[in-house]
Nanobody, 124 residues
Framework: QVQLVESGGGLVQVGGSLRLSCVASGRAFSRLAVGWFRQAPGKERQFVAAIGYRGSMTFYADSVKGRFTFSRDNAKNMVYLQMNSLIPEDTAIYYC?????????????????WGQGTQVTVSS
């Protein structure tokens, strides 16, 4: 079992920045790929970014590429999503998820463990 807890969400103006964090406990974190997803009201859950278990491989949704950076610190069981140049379309609940069996994916069903989410609101 893996428990994930996100933090760092909040209200920010257009063009601002936020850094989301996700701390993991339970199963060996260093062996897990991790993803960030988001869900806006009335919309399906959307892939944001994923990172391999070593942190050397990352990939991003086109909508956030160049603005968001995903990193991890396995010694602290933490992952971070640095979000810059935020726009109103980034407004959503952001979820951290762990994939124990693969290198990371953009498909939510590949992830076995999910956090409770943190709200990000970008005001114009």
């Amino acid at each position: 079992q893996v428990q994930l807890v996100e933090s760092g969400g909040g209200l920010v103006q257009v063009g601002g920045s936020l850094r989301l964090s996700c701390v993991a406990s339970g199963r060996a974190f260093s062996r897990l790929a991790v993803g960030w997803f988001r869900q806006a009201p009335g919309k399906e859950r959307q892939f944001v970014a994923a990172i391999g278990y070593r942190g050397s491989m990352t990939f991003y949704a086109d909508s956030v590429k160049g603005r968001f950076t995903f990193s991890r610190d396995n010694a602290k069981n933490m992952v971070y999503l640095q979000m810059n140049s935020l726009i109103p379309e980034d407004t959503a609940i952001y979820y951290c998820a762990a994939d124990p069996s693969g290198p990371g994916s953009s498909t939510p069903s590949f992830y076995d463990y999910w956090g409770q989410g943190t709200q990000v609101t970008v005001s114009s």
